[in-house]
């Protein structure tokens, strides 16, 4: 849309016209008047998302995710609940596998109620079923969770997790706001939240 007003001043002739988006996306290519081809969208692109924009965007949604998550842990919202008790999450059913593996029950997490029992041990409630779904294999990888408590368990699997999913991205696209990028998706932050092995697949695919 354009439009054009003009107004006099002691004789002075004042002319005020509005360009257009088009026309202004035209000057960003400095020619006037001729039509954007794709590599012209593919700079405008660029200098929108330079990677150090990208770096800037993506390093305070970091930052908001963290006093998020702050708020929910200090607030007994995340991970423990408003008397210090562990709230559960999608965590507790590796929390709860891999001891049970250590202490030479790893058939039992298959079996529903026995591991709700040794969940339990660590949470208050239960808000549904957390039951385990994985191969025996994988009882390998989580073993080492059994070593600590729920909350450190669970902060040391997200955070290990996730720089493995960082390193992966890295390897795929080696850029630092790639890297940030990613993990300022709203999906890592729930995959963070739930303690999910969401980062673990992302890293073995990339």
Do not use: K
């Not at 849309?1 to 002691?10: I, K, L, N």
């Amino acid at each position: 849309t354009q439009w054009s007003s003009r107004d006099d001043y002691q004789g002075i002739t004042i002319s005020v016209r509005r360009i257009g988006p088009a026309e202004r996306l035209s000057r960003l290519n400095g020619s006037t008047g001729e039509r954007l081809n794709r590599g012209d969208w593919q700079r405008i692109e660029d200098r929108i998302f330079s990677p150090r924009r990208v770096a800037l965007y993506a390093g305070g949604l970091l930052l908001c995710y963290a006093v998020f998550l702050a708020t929910g842990y200090f607030h007994g919202l995340w991970l423990i609940d408003g008397e210090g008790r562990g709230r559960a999450i999608d965590f507790v059913a590796a929390w709860a596998a891999a001891r049970l593996a250590v202490s030479g029950h790893a058939a039992s997490a298959y079996d529903l109620a026995v591991l709700a029992r040794e969940q339990l041990t660590a949470v208050a409630a239960l808000y549904g079923d957390y039951p385990w779904a994985y191969p025996p294999t994988y009882f390998l990888l989580i073993a080492p969770l059994a070593l600590f408590s729920y909350v450190a368990g669970a902060l040391v699997w997200m955070l290990g997790t996730l720089a493995l999913y960082g390193a992966g991205i890295g390897a795929v696209l080696p850029r630092r706001s790639a890297v940030l990028a990613a993990a300022a998706s709203p999906f890592a932050l729930w995959c963070f939240y739930a303690g999910q092995n969401g980062f673990l697949t992302s890293a073995l695919i990339a």
